[in-house]
């Protein structure tokens, strides 16, 4: 596995932006919206590696801030996703995969650092790069 981004939970992607530039110094790709399921969501990544990435998402869904913004996952490349799945829940809980949804990707719960891994498959990396021009 290989981290390529932070990602953090928020209510408002444009404020959210906003104040990371200001603390961090991040610049950002245009923010785009998006679609998994029946949820509605809008996400941007920052240019510098590790990437930041924003989602802003609806109620009930995997990045709902009802109860406020929040750090929500580390993103990791897997060249192996059978096999980090099963690491990943020898020490937490499958949470949510999007592999039936078409998307290459999955949220496992580590309770002890309360936040989740995302596993995304490495042959996405290329459509990911090519996206968000990076």
């Known amino acids: 596995m ?11 992607l444009s404020a959210a932006m906003s104040d990371l530039s200001a603390t961090t110094g991040a610049r950002w790709r ?35 801030c009802t109860k406020g913004p929040r750090f929500h996952h580390l993103g990791f490349w897997s060249d192996d996703m059978d096999l980090d799945r099963t690491a990943l829940d020898g020490v937490g809980k ?4 999007a592999c039936p949804l078409g998307r290459p990707f999955s949220y496992h719960r580590i309770d002890t ?4 891994i995302e596993l995304v ?3 996405a990396e290329p459509g990911f790069r090519t996206t968000w021009d990076l």
């Open 2 to 12: 290989q981290l390529y981004h932070v990602c953090f939970a928020v209510r408002d």
């Open 30 to 64: 245009a923010p785009r919206t998006g679609t998994l399921g029946e949820w509605t969501y809008r996400i941007v990544f920052s240019i510098a590696a590790p990437h930041f990435e924003l989602i802003e998402g609806p109620s009930g869904s995997p990045w709902d």
């Open 121 to 123: 498959d490495r042959l």
């Open 94 to 97: 499958t949470l949510f995969d």
């Open 113 to 116: 650092i309360g936040a989740d």
